[in-house]
């Protein structure tokens, strides 16, 4: 309807040619005051010719000229009549209908005065109407001189049936009062209707503006990267683009729900800004749901009131992927060289001590120096590969994988190749058909580094060892994690800072210190989050996240 009007709006100011639209036409239904009165006018039409049938007894209504009052009284039937239907299809234009109808009514009005003789019997009130609604509907030059052509018709009318027939005198002093009322009414209608009409075009511009405005404002924060989110004081949410909904977990019917039953860390930090702190702008970091790692800046929305926050949403988990992607790259690049320049004089050593192993005159001493040279050898060896494998990461190719039948297959290998007993290692995944996007390469290797670690690490005889490894979904940011749970001793305080720092390690002699480094990469990789959680009771617990980041990760919610 909006589209129409609008069109209807442009069509008549080509036709105006300049001249100001009446505030009449600015509204939706610019056709309702012109059906309204086409319909009076076929009421007033079936009147006339009804007292025409009563042979003029109401108020002696065309008792001058009875046969002309019935022939205009029917032709005005017919041509009300025919208006009414041209109204109702809106044919021709509304300008060109505003002319016709009000003329035809000022011409025919105008020949039932002079059959009745002059004006009396309300007649004048009949003849003013048509005039007054042209300046109405149509304000402007042209309906001010159909105004003064129709007066000086009326007074002509008047001065002919004052002169040929000698009607009362006093009829000429009341057409005078009516032309001049009618010409002040007409004047006034249609100077205060001009100036109504130009502030209801202007109001209506600047009301499409704003509304333009609002359009691309929001559409510039649908498009943004960061999340953004508009809260009141009491917590309700007015705004949240599409970011932040995807970092606070795509909660359903969020404009019903209170901040602090999306994500209470936040309305927590929020509540206490307003209290202490509002309007200055503070940085905040939580943990949504102690899943997401989340960083939020708190603005004051406006100027003046102290009750709507403007909040700046950021994924530290990206930033810190972004981060890493730069880091490994040049790290890569340096630790494949210097891995290539060890490589050399490394293998010019060991194959220098297997060769003097060979020699039959060495001692029980130089026997053991010449084991020590090569088990070191080794050793370092393996470190060289580590860094070049890390230097060579690939991107992942991820796969849909089952969690339920995938890690079932992983816990009966491993358990065969590290001797442990089915008792020793269980499983628990909720829900049962959960599925995750990894590389089944990488996350083979993730899995089967920290499962190793537990063997080695957690508990000094291996017999000992409980292994539980729980998958579950955070409902609230619809989120996998993934545990790896053991009984052992745990990491120590002082550790667990760098326990993901490369060629970090607890044990002198076992290691490199980069298995749990990688693991971390492998992770970050496939857009997931490995961490480590000292449990109260003791123990270990490594915990994948498969962020939300990647909007594949997680299959099935």
Not at 262 to 279: G, R, S, T, Y
Request: contains cysteine; hydrophobic residues 40%.
């Amino acid at each position: 309807m909006q589209s129409k009007s609008r069109q209807t709006i442009q069509r008549l100011g080509d036709d105006q040619e300049g001249l100001p639209v009446s505030a009449f036409l600015l509204d939706e239904n610019t056709w309702n005051p012109l059906q309204l009165y086409s319909i009076y006018r076929l009421i007033l039409a079936g009147v006339l010719v009804i007292i025409g049938l009563t042979k003029h007894s109401f108020g002696h209504l065309g008792s001058f000229q009875p046969a002309l009052f019935d022939a205009v009284s029917l032709v005005y039937l017919g041509i009300a009549l025919l208006g009414v239907f041209l109204a109702h299809f809106r044919w021709p234009s509304f300008v060109d209908q505003v002319y016709l109808h009000t003329g035809i009514d000022i011409m025919l009005l105008l020949m039932l005065i002079y059959s009745n003789g002059g004006l009396h019997s309300g007649i004048d009130l009949l003849f003013a109407l048509p005039i007054i609604l042209a300046n109405v509907l149509k304000p402007g030059s042209h309906s001010l001189f159909l105004s003064a052509v129709s007066v000086i018709a009326l007074l002509s009318v008047q001065v002919y049936l004052q002169n040929k027939v000698g009607i009362d005198s006093s009829q000429l002093t009341h057409a005078g009062l009516l032309s001049f009322f009618i010409l002040m009414a007409s004047w006034l209608a249609g100077d205060w209707l001009e100036k109504a009409s130009k502030t209801a075009a202007l109001a209506k511009k600047r009301g499409l503006d704003i509304a333009n405005l609002s359009q691309l404002n929001q559409s510039i924060l649908d498009q943004l990267q960061m999340g953004i989110l508009v809260v009141e004081r009491s917590g309700v949410i007015r705004h949240m683009n599409p970011r932040a909904w995807e970092m606070l977990g795509r909660p359903d019917n969020w404009r019903s729900q209170p901040l602090k039953s999306l994500a209470p860390e936040l309305n927590v930090h929020l509540q206490h800004w307003f209290k202490h702190i509002c309007p200055k702008v503070v940085t905040y970091d939580i943990k949504h749901w102690q899943t997401t790692e989340l960083s939020f800046r708190l603005s004051q929305l406006g100027s003046r009131t102290k009750g709507t926050s403007l909040i700046y949403l950021d994924d530290i988990t990206e930033q810190r992927e972004k981060q890493q992607e730069v880091k490994m790259a040049s790290l890569g690049q340096l630790t494949a060289n210097i891995a290539h320049e060890i490589r050399n004089p490394l293998g010019a050593i060991s194959h220098a001590a297997q060769l003097l192993s060979e020699s039959r005159e060495l001692d029980k001493a130089d026997t053991r120096m010449v084991q020590i040279i090569q088990s070191n050898s080794k050793r370092m060896n393996v470190t060289i590969e580590s860094v070049l494998n890390l230097s060579r990461k690939k991107s992942p190719k991820k796969e849909t994988i089952h969690l339920q039948t995938w890690l079932n297959e992983f816990i009966h290998d491993f358990a065969m190749q590290s001797g442990l007993n089915d008792k020793q290692i269980s499983l628990f995944v909720d829900p049962i058909d959960a599925e995750v996007k990894f590389d089944l390469t990488h996350f083979h290797q993730v899995l089967w580094n920290l499962c190793r670690n537990a063997v080695k690490y957690a508990c000094k005889d291996p017999k000992n060892l409980k292994l539980a490894i729980n998958c579950s979904l955070r409902v609230r940011t619809k989120t996998m994690m993934l545990n790896v749970i053991d009984n052992g001793v745990g990491v120590s305080e002082e550790h667990q800072e760098r326990l993901f720092e490369p060629f970090f390690t607890t044990s002198r002699t076992q290691g490199t210190g980069l298995g749990l480094f990688m693991a971390r990469e492998l992770c970050l990789t496939n857009n997931a989050c490995l961490e480590y959680i000292r449990l109260p009771a003791g123990g270990s617990c490594f915990r994948v996240i498969f962020t939300h980041t990647n909007k594949n990760n997680l299959t099935n919610t």
